[in-house]
């Protein structure tokens, strides 16, 4: 079995693809897909990532596929994060969003 692919950043396609034999068809990031970018003149199987899935949606067909995205965030990486927010959170309780609070 062959993929077609659309970018997966960050992995080489080899990584991803399980042995399988690839055929990359790249696209830069925010790229506005349109049908003819995701069906090709075979019947392979297209697998995307979930971010370009949902821009595919409304023509994506049931040979194509998506990857889901799961984030992995270091503790050390959300305490600082906490920190950050908790330093600029206002003086009173709770948000406020235009002035009114949440």
């Given at each position: 079995?062959?993929?077609?692919?659309?970018r997966l950043?960050g992995?080489?396609?080899?990584d991803?693809?399980?042995g399988?034999d690839v055929?990359?068809?790249?696209?830069?990031?925010h790229?506005p897909?349109?049908p003819?970018?995701?069906?090709?003149?075979?019947?392979?199987?297209?697998?995307?990532?979930?971010?370009?899935?949902?821009?595919?949606?409304?023509?994506?067909?049931?040979?194509?596929?998506?990857?889901?995205?799961?984030?992995?965030?270091?503790?050390a990486?959300?305490?600082?994060?906490v920190?950050?927010?908790?330093?600029?959170?206002?003086?009173?309780?709770?948000?406020?969003?235009?002035?009114?609070?949440?």
């Amino acid at each position: 079995a062959r993929f077609a692919s659309s970018r997966l950043p960050g992995k080489p396609l080899a990584d991803i693809a399980g042995g399988y034999d690839v055929i990359a068809h790249p696209f830069p990031d925010h790229h506005p897909f349109t049908p003819a970018n995701i069906n090709f003149d075979d019947d392979l199987p297209v697998l995307m990532t979930a971010k370009d899935a949902v821009k595919c949606a409304a023509f994506a067909t049931d040979r194509h596929w998506y990857l889901p995205v799961i984030a992995q965030v270091p503790g050390a990486c959300i305490e600082q994060l906490v920190a950050m927010v908790s330093a600029r959170a206002p003086a009173t309780s709770g948000w406020a969003v235009s002035g009114k609070s949440l």
